[in-house]
């Protein structure tokens, strides 16, 4: 078997799949036990090192881009996370009190995750540091190495379900099933649009930016519905 093949069969496709049974485990079959923290933990781990395992173990098989457009990437980036921003806190303000009633849901879950004391702390962690883990793993690992087997739309279009699969599961704890669906698929679309941008520019900068605009978005939402 070629490196290309063992990168792509054993490294990228299992790789589709870690976050999503990361989440059925933490989010929902060990929600409530003393293992959820530590799954969630293990979960995030993994998909640091996993790339890294196979650039140890067989090399990637596509080069460094010799001139990332880093400011246009970053240009897109900002412009698509102040837009993003504030389509998802301008909807969030404008149905807050129907988004109240489900304040309980994400005070179990914020209890269970033992992050509810260390908020603020939580929400500098997944703005900066794990949108960047995201953006480096889905679009710079996954995607690059589907592109390695397929057109650069089918790779797009795979790695974003995949990236939205878990948020699909985290979003279905909180929500009733035709949210759960409508902001999954949005989460889809933003997915592409990173794929896109990481394509065009050849840098992360841009979708790690735009990145960082929704999940503070989320953050402060997640704020206002806590305290």
Request: glycine fraction near 8%; proline fraction near 3%.
């Amino acid at each position: 078997m070629t490196k290309e093949n063992k990168l792509i069969y054993f490294g990228v496709f299992p790789g589709l799949v870690f976050q999503l049974i990361g989440a059925i485990l933490y989010f929902v079959i060990f929600a409530e036990s003393g293992f959820a923290q530590a799954i969630y933990s293990a979960t995030k781990i993994l998909i640091l090192i996993w790339p890294l395992v196979w650039w140890m173990g067989v090399g990637l098989l596509w080069r460094m881009h010799a001139r990332p457009e880093r400011a246009v990437s970053f240009g897109y980036g900002l412009l698509a996370g102040i837009a993003i921003a504030l389509l998802m806190l301008s909807t969030f303000f404008l149905f807050q009190d129907f988004f109240a009633q489900f304040a309980p849901q994400f005070l179990q879950k914020a209890q269970e995750l033992n992050f509810l004391e260390h908020y603020i702390l939580f929400a500098v962690f997944l703005s900066l540091a794990h949108s960047l883990i995201e953006e480096y793993y889905w679009r710079w690992f996954i995607f690059r190495g589907l592109m390695l087997k397929f057109q650069p739309v089918t790779a797009a279009l795979i790695g974003s379900i995949a990236f939205a699969s878990h948020h699909f599961i985290v979003l279905s704890q909180f929500f009733p099933f035709w949210i759960t669906m409508l902001f999954g698929t949005a989460i889809i679309g933003i997915g592409l649009f990173w794929c896109w941008l990481y394509y065009k520019t050849k840098s992360l900068l841009g979708p790690w930016i735009s990145h960082i605009f929704a999940d503070v978005a989320i953050m402060i939402a997640g704020y206002f519905l806590l305290f």
